[in-house]
C-alpha cells in the first residue's frame, strides 16, 4: 500500500480492508501495521469504458469489471483489490453503494465464499439466514430476532464459507439497513438514525452490542415468499429446492456467468443443501407483523433444536479479535 493516497482501515466480512474511499457507513479499524486483506484504490480504467457501455460486466484474466453510469469503471482484481476509475463529476455515494454491493459480491466469489442475499442471525450455537428478493422483509424480521436478543450477523450479504467442520456465515458488519416502514413497525424512531445514501430510502441502524463477531456454523435459511393463503406458511424444502432456492438467491447472480462459475456454484449448494436446513417461510396475504413472524421462527428453530437433540435459544453476542479471520478453505 506504499506509493498511494492515505487509506482508511475498516474490518468487515472477517478481512482487513484498506480502502481511498471513504465509506462512512462502515465501522473503522485503524491501528493496524500489516498488509490488508483487501485494498480499494483509485486508478485509470477509461480504455474500459467503451467495452464495458453495452455489457456492463466484463470477465477477464482473473478479474471483473463493471461500469456504472455517473459514476465509474470498476474493476474486481483475485479476490484482493477493488480498483475504481470515477467519471468526470462523478456521484461518489453511487460509487460507495457500487463497491459495497456488487464489488463485494464479485470479490467474496472470487474468494470461494458464496454471497446469499440475505440477513442472519445466531440461534444458540447455529446461525441462520433469511434470503429473498428485495422487500421480502429479510432485514426487518432479522431486526425482530436481534430485538428478541438473537446476535446479528448480517444484513443484504450473507457470505458463507467451506471450513472443516462444514459452512460457517461470516459476520459483515455491525450495521442494518432498515426501510422507514420497518423502523415503525419495530417501534424505532426515525429521527434517531442517518439515511443510507440519497440512493437509498433506508436508514443506518448501529448494531454493535448485538453483533457475533466469530463466524458461526448456518444451521439453515429461510426463503421469504409472498403467499397465497391467509395463514402463514413454513414447510421444509428437500435438498433439491434448497439446491434451486440458493441458487436463485445468491447475491448479485449475473455474477455466476460472467465469472463462468456456474458448476461451482451448483457444487457448492448441493453440498450446503445437504448440511444444513431449509425452509419456505410464506407469508399471509394479509400479512403479520415482524415480531410474530420472528415468534414463528423462533419455534421453527426450537423444533429442528429438539429434533436433532439441541435445543436454539438466544446466547450473550461473543465478540472475538479484530485481526482474527474465518477458517475458511
Known sequence: MSNVAPCT????????????????EWPEANGWTCEPDISIQYTDLAEWRPRLQERKVLAHGGSVYFYLAGAAVFKVESGKHIWISPEDNADEELIRLCVTSTCVGALLLQKGMLPLHGSAVVAGDKAYAFVGHSGAGKSTLAAALVNRGFPFISDDIVAVCRSQDGYLAVPAFPRQRLWASSLDQLGMRRTVYALVDKHESKYVVPAASSFSA????????FEMVS????RLVIRRLDRLQGIRMLMLHTYRNFLIPALGLQQWQFSFAAALASGTEHYRLERPIHGLSAAQLAEHVVKTIRKEGERNGSEHEAVPVQHRCANERPPCQ
Open 9 to 24: 482501515w475498516y474490518q468487515a466480512f472477517g478481512m482487513r480492508i484498506a480502502s481511498e474511499l471513504i465509506l462512512a
Open 214 to 221: 466469530a463466524p458461526v456454523s448456518l444451521g439453515g435459511v
Open 227 to 230: 403467499g397465497q393463503s391467509e
